[in-house]
């Protein structure tokens, strides 16, 4: 079996030391240009590459970052995965995805995962609001950052939008349309994201004078199908919305599916908006109004301010947070109602 190339083999091949070897690849500048020649050709030739386990433990650092994201079969999570990807890569960081399915033991294990490879941080894009597990870890300074997400801990690191305001934003637009009967469809009130643009919700919906349906709220798994059976149900009730707000767009595309299979326009018959942004949504045959959470600003915030908390470049004390202003994209799906 033929063994690992090493840094001495590649030393006796160049006719060098294995310290010069060791500077070429550090990019030492004070390098005779032909001798950094021969050790290039060198490396070429024996097709070395260079133990990443022991420079890591020599330095302390992988240049390896994870990051946990919800769920990669929604887009946001997906896009904005791809995002986090291409920055690092530019900055010379290996990325560990861990996908948890928005299931707390998976988070767990994940969080052990990324730890045993000795990842510099972590991105995590979802997480409960009361997660003990990421507050030990702010607890401890390690480098951790979330995006789309956050916990009740005042000293956690963000970047997130204004749900709140967001939510509002949508719902006093629906409002303007003439839409009274709003329903919200959300994923469980554990998460803040979730819940946050439920409270966004409710308040417009009551600063208006309308009374609050809770029928029209879900708030379940995160999951197409029951969106869309909860969806078609509400749709064939007597006194059923006119108008959905959905968490995300993901869960918007549900609810035009479930309104499609009752033969229901849009947006004639029923106005839809979701929450996101993603590529999809303003594809033409979509047309998806939908709240922007300018994801691709949200992603290089969230990539760059950890790379700041593993290189200890902070610029106070004070822990990053970060909220970005939501931005309403008034496409196709939405209409003044009929």
Do not use: W
């Not at 749900?163 to 839409?179: D, P, R, T």
């Not at 803040?192 to 798994?221: C, M, P």
């Amino acid at each position: 079996m033929i063994g690992r190339v090493t840094a001495d083999d590649v030393a006796k091949k160049a006719g060098v030391s294995q310290s010069t070897v060791s500077r070429v690849l550090n990019n030492y500048p004070f390098i005779k240009e032909s001798t950094r020649e021969k050790v290039l050709s060198a490396i070429s030739e024996l097709g070395f590459t260079r133990d990443e386990i022991a420079r890591s433990l020599v330095e302390k650092k992988t240049n390896a970052i994870g990051l946990i994201l919800g769920d990669i079969s929604n887009p946001f999570f997906a896009e904005s995965a791809g995002v986090i990807i291409e920055q690092a890569q530019k900055l010379e960081y290996d990325v560990v995805i861990c996908n948890t399915n928005h299931n707390d033991d998976n988070l767990e294990k994940s969080i052990h995962t990324l730890i045993g490879k000795r990842v510099d941080g972590i991105l995590i894009a979802s997480v409960k609001r009361d997660d003990t597990r990421v507050k030990h870890l702010h607890e401890k300074g390690f480098p951790i950052v979330l995006y789309n997400s956050s916990i009740d801990d005042p000293m956690a690191n963000f970047v997130v939008i204004d749900n709140i305001k967001g939510a509002k934003m949508a719902v006093k637009y629906l409002l303007q349309l003439g839409h009274k009967k709003i329903a919200y469809i959300a994923g469980p009130f554990k998460y803040l994201t979730t819940y946050q643009r439920y409270i966004g919700y409710k308040e417009a919906i009551l600063e208006n004078g309308i009374s609050l349906e809770q029928d029209f709220v879900y708030n379940g798994d995160f999951s197409y199908h029951k969106i869309f059976e909860f969806t078609k149900e509400l749709l064939t009730q007597k006194n059923r919305p006119t108008a959905f707000l959905a968490v995300s767009d993901q869960m918007a595309l549900a609810i035009l599916d479930a309104a499609a299979s009752l033969n229901l326009k849009i947006p004639e018959d029923v106005s839809v908006i979701g929450f996101d942004d993603i590529r999809l949504a303003s594809n033409q045959f979509i047309g998806l109004t939908t709240v922007s959470q300018h994801m691709e600003k949200m992603a290089s915030l969230a990539l760059e301010k950890l790379i700041d908390l593993i290189d200890d470049r902070p610029n106070s004390s004070e822990p990053v947070q970060i909220v970005l202003e939501p931005e309403l994209m008034i496409r196709k799906t939405t209409s003044n109602k009929t």
